[in-house]
């Protein structure tokens, strides 16, 4: 069984289970997702030499299992006039917590939200419009109850985008 948290709708940190088990072929199905994000059942099922009931079947255990999330499109914010990203760490009051999650839920720049072990407690992902925009969302960061702290970071460069492939490789 693995463990990752994350937070439950009332904004708690919670350990998610998931009994997923990638196995050989499990991993040729997620390389080729991976490689083409748009694939169908059926090409996934040519790109990997598998029947197409095998790959449809793997999938569907694999979503229900918690391996494989959301099918969104992710969605560049800048085409938004979001074109600023900047990482903010904040210091909170531990009791707090569940209020400040729900919060920091209901800032729309606000992308998503980290819970961490050490100095700082939350990693908060924010987009902004210009510099002054990255200064109001910062400050409405800090004024939610039970902030005490907050250092925000602008991200100059992404450097490397999310990917999972590199895990795949090596099996299957």
Do not use: W
Request: glycine content about 8%; cysteine-free; overall charge negative.
């Amino acid at each position: 069984m693995l463990i990752s948290a994350q937070f439950d709708p009332e904004g708690v940190s919670v350990m998610r289970k998931t009994d997923a088990r990638i196995d050989d072929i499990d991993a040729r199905i997620l390389r080729a997702l991976s490689a083409d994000p748009r694939a169908t059942v059926v090409g996934l099922a040519e790109a990997t030499g598998l029947a197409r009931n095998t790959v449809h079947a793997r999938l569907a255990r694999l979503e229900t299992e918690g391996a494989l999330r959301s099918f969104e499109r992710r969605i560049d914010p800048a085409a938004l006039g979001f074109p600023l990203t900047g990482y903010i760490m904040v210091v909170v009051t531990q009791r707090k917590l569940a209020g400040i999650a729900e919060a920091l839920a209901e800032v729309p720049e606000v992308l998503e939200v980290h819970g961490l072990s050490g100095v700082t407690d939350l990693l908060v992902h924010i987009v902004a419009r210009d510099t002054d925009d990255l200064y109001r969302v910062a400050g409405r960061i800090l004024d939610i109850d039970g902030v005490e702290k907050t250092t925000t970071s602008l991200v100059m460069r992404s450097l490397v985008d999310y990917r999972v492939g590199p895990l795949l490789n090596g099996r299957g």
